[in-house]
């Protein structure tokens, strides 16, 4: 990886993936094929973040080893107010931690196939192992606050997801930013630029924003966003965020410099 200051690496990164795990992902979207997917468009980090489970992770790390591609474990949550958010660990031990806290917390609906789609775990090839009989997209009990109160004290953080989206996105879900929880970091869909979601959302000015592909198709893992830190991990990554310590972060979809103010 080339250095481009003194202990300090570039990354490329694409922090919302989804894999057969999902009801809605493509059945092409396995652990192999997306290391290979990262590593034909020069992305070296990758979050895998299933719906309301962490159940395919394991097997993407394990795609991943021998290559250089960096896997953060996650999970995207649904929470009671019906937000989705990415919520991001350094290690499958804090995932698995978060995710204990609140497996009890989803409706204990069966999935319908037919309707929602497969939801396979597989190994770190691709081969089916089991099917997960729970359906993943329902809400939790949690609150976005509750939420990212508990992902702060697994060592993790939380992004609310696609907040331009209708659907599940923070802000034309509630209208506003809540002012009592403790987010500073939203992550845009890839259907709008940075600057445009700023416009459309003027609250958006003092918040630093995020891009991701929320990738459910190998071409939806796109890699929009470049973090100069230290190593992958989920504090360098907040530090590239807010301009510290010399970590910066730019968003390679941006035809003009970000005009937020969240790191001014």
């Known amino acids: 990886m080339k250095i481009l200051k003194e202990g300090l690496n570039l990354y490329k990164a694409e922090l919302h993936i989804h894999t057969v795990l999902s009801p809605c992902a493509s059945v092409e979207m396995i652990p192999p094929l997306i290391i290979d997917e990262a590593k034909f468009?020069?992305?070296?980090?990758?979050?895998?973040?299933?719906?309301n489970s962490i159940d395919n992770i394991q097997p993407v790390l394990e795609a991943a080893e021998g290559s250089n591609i960096n896997v953060l474990p996650g999970i995207e949550l649904q929470t009671r107010e019906e937000i989705h958010s990415i919520c991001l660990f350094d290690t499958l031990e804090q995932a698995h931690d978060f995710f204990h806290e609140i497996?009890?917390?989803?409706?204990?609906?069966?999935?319908?196939?037919?309707?929602?789609?497969?939801?396979?775990?597989?190994?770190?090839?691709?081969?089916f192992i089991r099917k997960e009989e729970r359906l993943l997209i329902t809400s939790s009990?949690?609150?976005l606050r509750d939420a990212v109160i508990l992902a702060q004290s697994k060592g993790g953080v939380l992004i609310p997801a696609h907040i331009?989206?209708?659907?599940?996105?923070l802000l034309p879900v509630l209208g506003f930013i809540p002012d009592d929880v403790d987010i500073n970091v939203f992550e845009i869909s890839?259907?709008?630029?940075p600057n445009d979601a700023i416009e459309r959302f003027p609250q958006l000015k003092y918040h630093?924003?995020?891009q991701n592909g929320d990738a459910h198709f190998l071409?939806?893992?796109?890699?929009?966003?470049q973090f100069l830190i230290a190593k992958p991990t989920v504090e360098?990554?907040?530090?590239?965020?807010?301009?510290?310590n010399n970590r910066v972060y730019k968003n390679i979809n941006s035809d003009t410099p970000i005009q937020s103010e969240a790191s001014s």
Do not use: C, M
């Not at 468009?41 to 719906?51: P, R």
């Not at 331009?164 to 996105?169: E, M, N, T, V």
């Not at 360098?236 to 510290?244: D, R, W």
């Open 41 to 51: 468009k020069g992305i070296n980090l990758i979050a895998i973040t299933d719906h």
């Open 103 to 127: 497996e009890h917390s989803f409706p204990d609906i069966k999935n319908e196939a037919d309707y929602f789609g497969e939801q396979f775990v597989v190994d770190k090839t691709g081969e």
């Open 141 to 143: 009990t949690f609150s």
């Open 164 to 169: 331009d989206r209708s659907a599940y996105g």
């Open 190 to 193: 890839r259907h709008i630029k």
């Open 208 to 210: 630093q924003l995020i």
């Open 219 to 225: 071409e939806e893992i796109i890699g929009y966003n």
């Open 236 to 244: 360098e990554i907040q530090l590239a965020l807010t301009g510290k």
